[in-house]
């Protein structure tokens, strides 16, 4: 059974930042594609970062986030990271893992003024 667990998140001041992390369990994890998407509330669940299968050579930001996030993986620990810099109040939401098929449970991230 393939589960997928965030962790990280937290209260952060404007401008700060915060790494989130998600560890997979159950799946050939370097095989997939790895996504961090984000909900903030009272809105849809939005795609805010993917890294390509095996090496992750290949990454995609959503325009709000670019220079700001990066994602990455480490295969040997079965885990993606994204990496926040620059935090904004419009960046608070819940923060979820995704692999294509699976979703982690999130990780709430508040970013204050």
């Known amino acids: 059974q393939v589960q997928l667990v965030e962790s990280g998140g937290g209260l952060v001041q404007a401008g700060g930042s915060l790494r989130l992390s998600c560890a997979a369990s159950g799946s050939i994890f370097r095989s997939n594609v790895m996504a961090w998407y984000r909900q903030a509330p009272g809105k849809q669940r939005e795609l805010v970062a993917v890294?390509?299968?095996?090496?992750?050579?290949?990454?995609t930001y959503a325009d709000s986030v670019k220079g700001r996030f990066t994602i990455s993986r480490d295969n040997a620990k079965n885990t993606v990271y994204l990496q926040m810099n620059n935090l904004k109040p419009e960046d608070t939401a819940v923060y979820y893992c995704?692999?294509?098929?699976?979703w982690g449970k999130g990780t709430l991230v508040t970013v204050s003024t």
């Open positions: 995704n692999d294509r098929t699976h």
């Open positions: 890294i390509s299968s095996d090496s992750g050579s290949v990454t």
